[in-house]
């Protein structure tokens, strides 16, 4: 073969390679097979810094694209995905059933009239009733496991023996940070937007945040924990996948 149509980093490989898949599972091609389920892997990581590298080369691929371009155009789609993990790849499910379910309930792949660039959709077609109805509960579950984690911190009671401002601006960051997760229904990316070197140059909501440096470190070092707890319970969120 000249030339394969199988590419690695095509993001809309599952889509595409789907029935391919399904033949060489069917009729033992152990190479097409094992390399299709590899490339569709790399998308779907296990690892909170595999995800998080995953997420910058969208990023950075959208921003490299021309202005017409899409994220769609550049990272995968979920349906498509779920529809072949099921079969195949099972162990994917539960990340991305977490990218499912921070999507808008209509929000179509391919066609976003009014949606900024880097919005995402879905193939709903290849949804089931039974999907739908799991990122509905998954959604639900991961709320209000960041209303009770942001509870349990206690962070009201916030204490700083160098700025007594401190107080008042962590406590401004926790009310953000609450708007931004109704918002955004998206627990891992707002918790990484929200560290404090990015609230300090600007790019979240919080202006003129004053933080000192070890209410800064207290703050991440809080996020990045919450950040992994939450993805380790990715499957909790979505049990009987
Ligand atoms: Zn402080």
């Known amino acids: 073969m000249s030339h394969s149509p199988i590419q690695r980093g095509d993001p809309d490989i599952a889509f595409k390679m789907y029935g391919p898949l399904k033949l060489a ?21 296990h690892t909170l810094q595999s995800w998080d590298e995953r997420e910058a080369l969208y990023s950075r691929r959208l921003k490299s694209s021309p202005a017409s371009t899409t994220m769609d155009d550049v990272a995968p789609e979920p349906a ?32 976003h009239n009014q ?8 193939r709903g077609h290849l949804l089931s009733p039974a999907d ?6 998954g959604r639900e579950r991961m709320t209000r496991w960041a209303a009770d984690r942001l509870e349990a911190l206690q962070l009201d009671t916030w204490q700083c023996s160098v700025d007594e401002g401190c107080h008042t601006h962590i406590y401004w960051r926790v009310v953000v940070l ?10 891992l990316t707002t918790l990484r937007s929200m560290q404090s070197h990015k609230v300090e140059r600007g790019t979240s909501e919080v202006v003129e945040d ?13 996020l990045n924990e919450a950040r992994r707890d ?7 969120f979505f049990p009987d996948l």
């Open 25 to 45: 599972d069917k009729f033992r091609i152990d190479p097409l097979r094992d390399t299709i389920r590899a490339y569709i892997r790399e998308d779907w990581p």
């Open 80 to 111: 498509s995905v779920i529809r072949l993990a099921r079969k195949f790849e099972p162990r994917i499910l539960a990340i991305a059933f977490y990218h499912l379910s921070r999507l808008p309930i209509n929000a179509t792949y391919g066609q």
């Open 115 to 122: 949606a900024p660039r880097h919005a995402r959709g879905m």
């Open 132 to 137: 739908r109805e799991k990122a509905a509960l």
């Open 178 to 187: 609450q708007r931004t997760i109704m918002r955004s229904m998206d627990v």
């Open 210 to 222: 004053v933080v000192c440096q070890e209410c800064n470190g207290r703050w991440d070092q809080i």
């Open 230 to 236: 939450f993805f380790d319970s990715l499957s909790s």
